[in-house]
């Protein structure tokens, strides 16, 4: 990366994710993902 980045691109820590997501974006990935997320061990359950 560059010094000056794109605003599209995130900063890369823990969490951050949360200010990107709506609740919309949020109740889709984890029908899409959030077995696969537990399994992988990245989460412990849907409570997230």
Not at 18 to 30: G, N
Request: aromatic share 12%.
């Amino acid at each position: 990366m560059t010094k000056i980045s794109p605003n599209h691109v995130r900063k890369g820590k823990t969490g951050d994710w949360k200010a990107h997501f709506s609740v919309e974006h949020k109740y889709i990935f984890k029908k899409l993902a959030g077995d696969a997320l537990i399994s992988l061990g990245y989460e412990k359950d849907m409570d997230w």
